[in-house]
C-alpha cells in the first residue's frame, strides 16, 4: 500500500525528503518555534499521506505542501490560543537564532502577513501570482503586502535597506 | 533586498528525525471518526437500551388499573348541576293534580309546589346535594323567627286550604359549586357520605314517570333524627308531611320541602328521609342533611 501510493510520480518518502526543508521553513517562519513547527511539520506530511489528493505535477505537489503548512500553523496558533498575545508570542518562541546581519532576522520581527508573502518570494522564489493562488490572496494584494513588507524590514534596519 | 539576504531560511535544514518520524505515518492507521470508537457506540447503545426499558416499564406500570369489581356494582352517581327555579313554600309535599288540589296538611305546615320547577329526568334513584354557594347559613333561629324575617307569610294551619300564594321569590340561582352526593340507603347500612362544609336548605323529590310513585298524586315525607350512635327514634318535631300538587304537565312529578320553615333544624345530623303514598310504596333515604343546602331525592 505504501509503495503504491503516488504524489505526482512521487512516492511517500521521495515527496517527504524532497519537501521536507520547504515544509520545515515555512513552520518554522510561521511558528518561530522548534517544537511547534514540528508538531506542523508532521500534520502537513499526515494530510499528505491520508488525503492523498492527485497533483499535475511536483510544483503542484510543493505549493499545496506550503499551503497546507501554512494553515495548519495558523490552526495551530489559533488552537493554541497564542495568536491572540500577537507580538509577544512571536518574541517569546523565536528559538532560531538568526544572524541580525542575515535579513531572515528581520523577516522573524515582520507581522505574519508579511512575512508569508516575503518568504515566498526571497526564499521559496515565487512569483506574485503563485504566492496569490498559495495564499488564496488577490495579486494586487500581494502586491501590497510585500511592497509594505519591504518597507517595515527597511524600518528594521533603521531605514537603511541592505 | 537580495535573494540572499534570507540565507539562513534557505539552508534551513529539516532534523533527520522529523523526516523519520514522517516517513513512519503510512504505518499509522487514521484515527478512527469520533462515532466509530467503541466507548461511543457503547454509551449509544446504553441510552438507547435505557430509553427502551424505561418506556416499556412506563407503558406497563403507567397503564390504568382494571376497575374493581364492587366498583362495578355501586350505584351510578349523578352530577347534577342544578338549576333551581323552584319557589320554596315550606316543608311540604306538593300534589300535582291540575287545577289544584286541596293539601292534606298533617304537619305543622303545608305548601304548595308551584308549578314550572326545574326536574331531571330518567335519573335513578339517589340523593345529591347542591350547595347552595349564596345563601348564608342558618344561624339558630326559630322557625318563625325565621320566616318572619325573610318577609314570608306564617306558615298555614294544618287543615287551611292550600295556599296559592307563593312565599317567597324564586329561586333562580345556579349551583356552581361540584356536588356532593349520598349514596342511597341500602337494608344493609345507610351509605351516607357526609359532605364537609354542606348545608341543608330544601329537600327536592324528584319523581320520575317509572317511579312507583308517579300515579298517587300525594306523598308523604318524613324526617326522622337519627342519633349519633345511628339509631332511628322518632324526633318529636319530626314531621309527616302531604303534597298539595304534583306538576302533572311534566314528565316528572316535583315536591320542594323547605324543612326549617316549620321548625325542623337541620343540624347536619343523619337523618331517615322516609317517603311514602296512599298505594302503600315506601322509600327510605339516609342522609346527612345540613342547613342552606339543597338535597335532591329521586323517588
Known sequence: ?162 | MKESDFSQYKQLKTPEEWIDKALKIPNKKKAPLFFLRPAVIGAAAALVITAAVVLTLRYQFGAKPPVAPESLTAPPSVTVAAEESVGTTGIAAATAAEGGTAPVCTGTAAATAPEGETVASGLPASVQTVPKPTAAPYTGASAAESTAASGASDPQPLTQAAPTQQTTAPVTEQATEPVTEVQPATEDKPAVEVPDGVYCGTLTLMCPVNSPFYQDGTVHVRIIPMTEEGLPYTFPTALTMVSDGWSAEKAEKTAVLDPLRVGVELAGDYYIVEVTDSRGNRQEFYAALFEDSSFIFYI
Open chain 1, 1 to 162: 500500500m505504501k509503495s503504491e501510493r503516488r504524489f505526482a510520480d512521487l512516492s511517500f518518502e521521495q515527496a517527504v525528503r524532497k519537501y521536507a526543508d520547504t515544509v520545515t521553513g515555512v513552520c518554522v517562519m510561521r511558528l518561530q518555534n522548534t517544537a511547534d513547527a514540528e508538531d506542523c511539520f508532521q500534520n502537513t506530511f499526515s494530510k499528505l499521506w491520508f488525503k492523498s489528493p492527485d497533483f499535475d505535477s511536483e510544483e503542484h505537489l510543493k505549493a499545496w505542501l506550503i499551503r497546507v503548512a501554512v494553515n495548519e500553523c495558523a490552526d495551530y496558533m489559533r488552537k493554541n490560543r497564542r495568536a491572540a498575545v500577537g507580538e509577544a508570542f512571536r518574541e517569546e518562541s523565536v528559538d532560531f537564532a538568526f544572524d541580525r546581519s542575515d535579513m531572515s532576522w528581520a523577516l522573524s520581527r515582520t507581522p505574519s502577513p508579511y512575512r508569508d508573502v516575503l518568504y515566498l518570494y526571497y526564499c521559496e522564489q515565487y512569483k506574485v501570482k503563485e504566492i496569490a493562488v498559495i495564499l488564496n490572496k488577490k495579486e494586487n494584494t500581494v502586491k501590497s503586502l510585500l511592497k509594505r513588507g519591504r518597507e517595515i524590514i527597511r524600518s528594521i534596519y533603521g531605514g537603511e535597506e541592505r
